[in-house]
């Protein structure tokens, strides 16, 4: 019988600030996505004092004044949950990244060949990743992922923060398992499921599965295959293509500066580039999202003639959009883009009139950017929009030439 376990980093980006800065360990923190932005992470402490999840800082400071709020760092986040997955794969050769704090691990066999039960075998990753990365985790194990992630929920009010749901617990769970809390059913779909007198997900097991496929579709009878513990969706170590990539910061200042809303537009299109390249894709579809004072949001996208992965080829139609929606009266506190559409590189085909000497060009300079953050750290290169009438600023590219 196959076992998986989901391993879940404790209020991540939380953790990742008391890594990078010991003496907030026991404090009550919150971590901000923005100068400006809202509230996207609690400590225990934070929750303590009532601080609520998506509270516009402003808000916050003012009704939470002892609570400390710290602003996003993605990219330090990214680094740490790197060092992560690379622990859980020497413990296994079977690891799926569902998220940047939460990972699916195989651990069928392992039992034999470390000689130690699931229950242990979950204790020595959980020590070893706090001793070596600092990050707490919580370990959820059963048979399927859906069970899995039930056990990890669980396992977050135990003192061991380790829950297993075997053939004998499992059921147990189920039936102290709001439907709510099942993962693909959510908000969305409770709300339905109760109007049919479906108030946990042991109850929703019991339907008959010609009375879920008519009212919820294939995925209904997946959920409930996976809730009685049959492995649907196996762990795969294979690249997941996301839906959309997007990247967006709020600015210090508010501002009405075309120039500035270029150059932080060309610096989130860099980070999705960056992104897409690791996953061997390129995007046919792009949107500029513009956010004002007010919080009123504009938005802006277009369909690509050719799909596109490279920083200067995207900032070219990304500024053209951001020019419709774009006026020089209002002031704006963020910008950012969307990628998506997505179409693998390793199945692209060329057309006959492509400028392929331009396109191998594009396609090394971008690998190189990655190659040069990867050896000395992010924005070592900075690329941006600099117009004929604005100086020349030193570290700012304006085209591949000026490589």
């Not at 513990?229 to 990247?247: A, F, H, L, R, V």
């Not at 956010?291 to 995207?314: G, N, R």
């Not at 690998?367 to 929009?385: A, M, P, W, Y």
């Amino acid at each position: 019988m196959k076992y998986i376990a989901l391993i879940d980093c404790d209020s991540f980006f939380v953790s990742c600030e008391r890594k990078l800065n010991p003496e907030l360990k026991g404090l009550p923190i919150s971590v901000v996505s923005g100068e400006r932005g809202c509230i996207i992470a609690r400590s225990k402490e934070a929750k303590q004092l009532g601080v609520p999840m998506g509270i516009p800082l402003f808000q916050a400071v003012e009704k939470y004044p002892e609570c400390i709020y710290i602003p996003a760092n993605h990219y330090s986040y990214t680094k740490i949950s790197k060092s992560v997955m690379a622990i859980l794969k020497e413990f296994s050769p079977y690891v799926q990244v569902y998220s940047i704090d939460e990972a699916f691990v195989d651990f069928t066999g392992l039992t034999k060949l470390y000689r130690k039960n699931y229950f242990k075998l979950a204790q020595d990753i959980q020590t070893r990743i706090l001793n070596e990365v600092d990050i707490p985790v919580t370990i959820g194990i059963s048979s399927s992922k859906t069970l899995a992630k039930l056990a990890s929920d669980k396992a977050k009010n135990t003192k061991t923060r380790i829950a297993l749901a075997g053939k004998q617990t499992h059921i147990k769970l189920l039936k102290n398992t709001n439907i709510d809390e099942v993962w693909g059913i959510g908000r969305r779909l409770g709300p339905k499921l109760r109007g049919y007198g479906i108030k946990t997900a042991y109850e929703y097991i019991q339907r008959d599965d010609k009375w879920i496929q008519k009212r919820f579709g294939k995925n209904g009878l997946v959920t409930k295959a996976e809730l009685c513990g049959t492995m649907i969706s196996p762990i795969t170590n294979d690249i997941e293509i996301p839906k959309s990539i997007s990247d967006t910061k709020s600015f210090l200042e508010f501002t009405s500066d075309l120039q500035f809303l270029r150059n932080e537009l060309s610096i989130h299109i860099h980070s999705c580039c960056k992104r897409l390249r690791k996953i061997d894709s390129k995007c046919g579809t792009i949107g500029v999202i513009l956010k004002t004072k007010e919080f009123q949001t504009y938005y802006e996208k277009k369909d690509l003639d050719t799909a596109l992965d490279f920083e200067f080829d995207i900032s070219k139609e990304a500024f053209k959009l951001l020019d419709k929606i774009y006026s020089p009266q209002v002031l704006y506190r963020s910008i950012g883009i969307v990628f998506e559409n997505f179409n693998s590189t390793k199945k692209e085909q060329l057309t006959l009139f492509e400028d392929n000497t331009k396109h191998n060009l594009n396609s090394n300079l971008g690998k190189s950017l990655d190659k040069l953050e990867q050896k000395f750290g992010r924005n070592i290169v900075k690329t941006g929009f600099v117009n004929k009438e604005v100086p020349f600023k030193q570290g700012f590219l304006t085209s591949p030439q000026d490589l």
